[in-house]
């Protein structure tokens, strides 16, 4: 429709610049508008299109895989893995407090075996009458056929609970698409420091 407009509106226009020449710039000027709100009109559905799941290898069978690694979060000593970026409302309750934190993974729950990736993200305690904290984060692989994906966590963390459960969202590189849970335990806490090592077991769905 817009091409058959734009065509009868050319034609209209040459035989009226010819006749009426200082009018003619007026309408030149409409004529350009509308020509410009045509096209952009018929290019307004353009940013969306359905995709053939091959392109991106979802034709393929879904692989069930099981990783489990050691979270290392450190407070204390000259570099921290894990800072208070805000502090808590009252000195009663943790409520409040967000936290950021680059920790090391590793194979073992000695914070000197082999890493294999970094825990990125922040937590922040939501909870008021227990300690709960929101956890948003990525664990990012840097070793093996796992190098350079990621997994990410979004979910709330019940730290006092044995073991803890929160939902795997999504994924890049090898776990693109990914889905499934992490089950969280802790190994082992020093309550003065609040130094920890959190054994993290992910059970991901992926192509």
């Known amino acids: 429709k817009a091409y058959i407009y734009i065509r009868i509106y050319t034609h209209f226009l040459y035989n009226y610049m010819n006749h009426h020449k200082d009018m003619a710039k007026l309408i030149l000027i409409i004529f350009l508008f509308a020509a410009s709100a045509f096209s952009a009109a018929g290019n307004s559905e353009d940013f969306a299109r359905t995709m053939n799941r091959k392109h991106l290898g979802l034709h393929k069978k879904e692989k069930l895989t099981h990783i489990r690694v050691y979270w290392h979060d450190i407070l ?109 335990r802790t190994m082992w806490i020093d309550f003065k420091t609040l130094n920890a090592t959190v054994e993290y077991n992910c059970y991901v769905l992926h192509y």
């Open 76 to 184: 204390s000593g000259p570099e921290p893995s894990s800072v208070v970026i805000r502090p808590p409302v009252s000195n009663s309750s943790l409520f409040g407090s967000v936290s950021i934190f680059d920790n090391q993974m590793t194979t073992e729950v000695s914070v000197n075996s082999t890493v294999v990736g970094q825990a990125q993200g922040m937590y922040a305690n939501v909870a008021q009458k227990e300690v709960g904290v929101l956890m948003a984060m990525n664990l990012a692989f840097k070793v093996g056929k796992y190098k350079g994906s990621t997994i990410t966590i979004l979910g709330l963390n019940k730290v006092t609970t044995k073991v803890r459960e929160m939902p795997v969202v999504g994924g890049s590189g090898v776990f693109r698409f990914a889905r499934g849970y992490v089950e969280a």
